[in-house]
């Protein structure tokens, strides 16, 4: 006999022998609280919108910003400051949007994909700001060369030491540093709380899109 | 009303728990795990009622649901990874002990099905449960075609853990 079959035989037969839970049993499990991914998911990304807020705001109030005023970085400022905000708010909107359309009576595929949709919003939204971070670096490096007193007085000394080269590879060199260690924490991070928390997701997604190869 | 909503959700589910008690057996392995993901099921069940108007049966819904948080949304705790399951235990049978009674081969058939994969293990409970290919598909999302295929694959694979 095929193997299913006996097993489906048997499986019948059992089906007396599940525990009878009693309806105030019942009744108290839907006053708890859920603990599913999703709910992980959401907590996490929110932290992750409150994080790239803050860090903006924050930045805003500081010494680069009053440096950056006087180097009359105003016009570029301003401008990034709204565009910054608008692609936030048009982000939120996305992975609200997505977050809404999780829904467990869909399909097994549907709702990993769905769930998967939302996590990916998020981290486009992290990678944007990576990238927005290092654009930053790069303008604000390239300002200071310019048009900051104090590095122009150093550039001044440097040259005429003859020792420019190496100044400017120097201050380069420290940048392109600071970015990766700043990146290469947050990356891992994100790579750490994703990782165990969609390890079974990914693995069981990948299954399902197996079948379809 | 929210109050009758409860009362006739916690009734319909009191009446079909089985169907959950059923996907517990195939994707844990011991009591508090069972406990975890029925308590983790009923959840989402209750989430998605109010949406729930009739339009398919409770019970098929139910499947789904059911599926859904097995395979895609319960967390496992800490604790209950590290438990080791009672059916693990219960099916450790030494090759010498085996005798080809059919209570033997059952034992060995579900410890072999504990054995798949996620995916597989849906597969295998809703033929288990008389489902067709066009249920399957449908609470899956994936093709008829690509269902049957799979399913004569997870048959050849339990063969295999079977018979090494």
């Known amino acids: 006999m095929d193997e299913l079959e006996l097993l489906k035989k048997d499986w019948k037969k059992k089906d007396q022998d599940y525990p009878k839970l009693s ?6 499990m ?15 990304s929110l932290l992750e919108f409150v994080f790239w807020s803050v860090i903006s705001f924050a930045l805003k109030d500081s010494k680069f910003v009053e440096q950056a005023k006087d180097l009359n970085m105003n016009n570029i400022l301003i401008p990034i400051t709204i ?9 939120f909107y996305l992975f609200y949007k997505n977050y809404r359309n999780i829904i467990s009576t869909d399909t ?13 919003t998020v981290k486009y939204y992290v990678y944007f700001n990576l990238v927005a971070l290092v654009v930053s670096t790069i303008i604000g490096v390239f300002y200071s060369f310019n048009n900051d007193t104090n590095v122009s007085l150093q550039l001044e000394q440097a040259s005429a030491n003859g020792e420019v080269f190496k100044v400017y590879a120097l201050f380069i060199a420290v940048t392109i540093l600071l970015l990766a260690v700043v990146i290469g924490v947050l990356l ?13 997701l990914n693995k069981n997604y990948r299954e399902l899109k197996k079948l379809e190869v | 009303m929210n109050k009758e909503l409860e009362h006739s959700f916690v009734e319909l589910l009191e009446k079909h728990q089985n169907i959950v008690h059923k ?32 339009d398919a049966k409770f019970s098929t819904w139910m499947y789904r ?5 097995a395979i895609t949304l319960y967390r496992k705790s800490k604790r209950i990874i590290n438990t080791q399951g009672f059916e693990q235990v219960q099916f450790k049978i030494k090759a010498e002990d085996y005798d080809d009674t059919e209570e033997q ?19 295998v409970f809703l033929y288990l449960e008389d489902k067709n290919y066009r249920e399957i598909s449908e609470t899956m999302g994936i093709s008829e075609v690509n269902a049957r295929v799979k399913m004569n694959r997870v048959k050849t694979k339990l063969r295999t853990i079977l018979n090494p």
Request: glycine letters at 2%; a positive charge.
């Open chain 1, 23 to 28: 309806y105030n049993e019942i009744y108290k």
């Open chain 1, 83 to 91: 565009i910054s905000y608008a692609i936030l708010i048009y982000f």
């Open chain 2, 23 to 54: 996907v517990c057996r195939l994707y844990t392995n011991n009591y508090d795990a069972h406990n975890d993901l029925f308590q983790e099921i009923t959840i989402q069940l209750w989430k998605a009622y109010p949406k729930f108007r009739g």
């Open chain 1, 188 to 200: 891992l991070f994100y790579w750490l709380v994703y990782g165990i928390l969609l390890k079974r």
């Open chain 2, 105 to 123: 081969q059952l034992k060995l058939l579900y410890k072999a099905v504990h054995q798949l994969n996620d995916i597989e293990k849906a597969l």
């Open chain 1, 108 to 120: 097994t595929k549907r709702l990993m994909e769905n769930i998967l949709k939302t996590r990916r």
């Open chain 2, 65 to 69: 649901v059911g599926l859904n948080t």
């Open chain 1, 30 to 44: 839907i006053l708890k609280k859920s603990s599913s991914i999703v709910k992980w998911i959401f907590i996490i």
